[in-house]
Structures are given as C-alpha cells and as structure tokens.
C-alpha cells in the first residue's frame, strides 16, 4: 500500500520504538486464536509496519513526537497464567518508558487489557471492555477459501459460541428458528465457517468476553455486513470511517429485533458493495496501520 496522505494538511509525526526486553515480546503464543490463523496478530503487525513501512520511524526519544510500547501483551500475559504473573516486572518496563514524559501509545489484543498502570499512554484494544480507552481493529490472516463464491444464500449468520457473554444467548434464543438464517453453536470447519459468511448478507457479531470480536472483521474479509451487537460500540476509528455505511450496531438484543424486522435487503446489498469497494482494502493486516496513526493526529 503506498503512503497515504493526512487530511487537514497535517504531516506524519516521528515516532520511536521504545526498547523493551525481548521477555516481553514472546516468540510464540500458547496457543492460536482464531485457530485457522497464524499466531500473529494486531500487536505483531503493529510493530512490524513501524520497522519496515512508516517513515517517520526516528531513532530515539528525542526526536519523537510519540513513543510507542512494542509490548506483546497477548502473548505475554497468556505465558503468565492469563495475567496473573509477570506483573511486577511489566509495571516496571512501562513506567520506565512512560517517565520519558513523552506521549506515549500502544496496541493491545488483549480481552483485559494491559493488566498495569500506563500513566498519559493512549491505548488502542482490539476488545475494549469498558467505555475507556480508545478502538483498534481485532484482526487475524486471511480467511481459508477465499475463491468461494460470494451469491447470497443466507440473510443473516451465527456461528459460535454462547457462553462467552449473556447477550450472545438472547440473541441465538430470538433467531435461531428463522429459516432466513444460518445458526450454528459450536465449531465447524474454518473453510465452511468461511463458505457461510460469504454466502450471508449479513453477519450477526454479538460481543464476547471482550466488547468485540474477530467475526466482525472476519465479516468484512468476507463481504458480509457485520451487524455488532453488544453494549459497546467498538467499532475502531470513528473519525474516520463512516460505519453506518457499511454496518450495523444494536446495543440490546430488543434492538436489534426491531431494527431487523425494518430490514431492507436492497440495502444490505449496497452496503455489501460499498464495503468491498472501500472498507475491505483498509481494514487488513499490514494496512490498518495507518488509519491509527491517523487517528493519533486528531
């Protein structure tokens, strides 16, 4: 992707890796999630967009107009029993980088977030829990069988997991007998997984433990419209990305039952249009990248 331009004239700002032991950014995970992708995720991809593609990557702190945190959290926190040790040592790396007095920003996967104190540090999550905090995309590899068809068959899908969160189900409770629909609790295949988005207009993205999930990005790979549902509306980069154009949001499930009987197919399939055209380009590994330095200049 070549190097886009800011909007209001404003120039890319110097940014500069801070140092950080390699304990803190783990080789591996204990395990993939989603488990069709690669273990890299958002925090790996973060880090490596600033080493090989930004220009504006500087050379130390001095120069900086911020800094960035290169921690893994995901991977560290999963290698210390899910948070629960490592946190002493991690407080201490952090504070060290905030006490440069510089601003200072990160990218963290994780459901929970950085488990320690970041003092003046803009944090971007890919699940954000609370009304805290600032959006980034949740995003894994590419969707397997991506030369399937995209002709709808479904008007809506689900396919997942309930347990994960209460409204998630309410929302298969209310659905699950539409013929219109596909809904599946539990695993299948991830090709079949993939078969079905493609083949739905719409695909329903309940919140889980965290307040987003890969399916809504998963969606948008696919081209099916993500309809998120949940408390927190966090889709990432609002200033940016007009998302009524392309998604939908409830914050109940009583809404988003009122909002489907409305529902225009037609319209599903503009949407569908609009976001292959414009939104499935950006919101990829390697190119979302930007769209948070962006965001930083507001």
């Known amino acids: 992707m070549s190097i886009p331009k800011l909007s209001n004239g404003l120039r890319w700002p110097n940014i500069w890796v801070a140092d950080v032991p390699e304990m803190f950014q783990p080789r591996k995970s204990p395990f993939r999630y989603p488990k069709y ?6 925090e790996q991809d973060f880090l490596l967009f600033l080493r090989k593609s930004y220009p ?3 050379n130390s702190p001095n120069e900086a107009d911020f800094v ?20 002493q040592e991690l407080q ?3 504070d060290e980088i905030t006490a440069l007095g510089i601003p200072t920003f990160t990218v963290c996967q994780y459901d929970d977030g950085p488990l320690v104190r970041l003092d003046n540090c803009r944090i971007f999550l890919g699940s954000r829990k609370t009304q805290e905090n600032l959006d980034a995309p949740l995003l894994a590899s590419r969707l397997p069988g991506r030369f399937v068809s995209n002709d709808s068959k479904f008007l809506f899908n689900f396919i997942g997991r309930v347990d994960t969160h209460p409204i998630r189900k309410e929302l298969v409770a209310s659905v699950e007998t539409l013929k219109s629909g596909f809904v599946s609790i539990g695993g299948v295949s991830a090709r079949h997984y993939s078969k079905i988005l493609r083949q739905s207009e719409i695909t329903l993205a309940p919140r889980g433990y965290g307040g987003s999930s890969f399916r809504f990005f998963e969606a948008i790979q696919a081209g099916s419209v993500p309809w998120l549902i949940g408390d927190i509306d966090s889709r990432p980069f609002k200033h940016q990305i007009e998302w009524n154009e392309f998604s939908l949001y409830s914050r109940t499930v009583s809404e988003f039952l009122e909002q489907f009987e409305a529902l225009s197919v037609p319209q599903m399939r503009l949407m569908r249009g609009r976001l292959n055209e414009t939104l499935k380009p950006l919101l990829r590994l390697g190119n979302w990248n930007w769209l948070l330095i962006q965001e930083l200049c507001e």
């Open 92 to 94: 201490a790396a952090v």
């Open 68 to 87: 960035y945190i290169p921690l893994f959290w995901t991977r560290y926190h999963l290698k210390n029993n899910f948070g629960s040790g490592g946190l």
């Open 37 to 42: 992708a690669r273990d890299f995720g958002i």
């Open 56 to 58: 504006q990557t500087v």
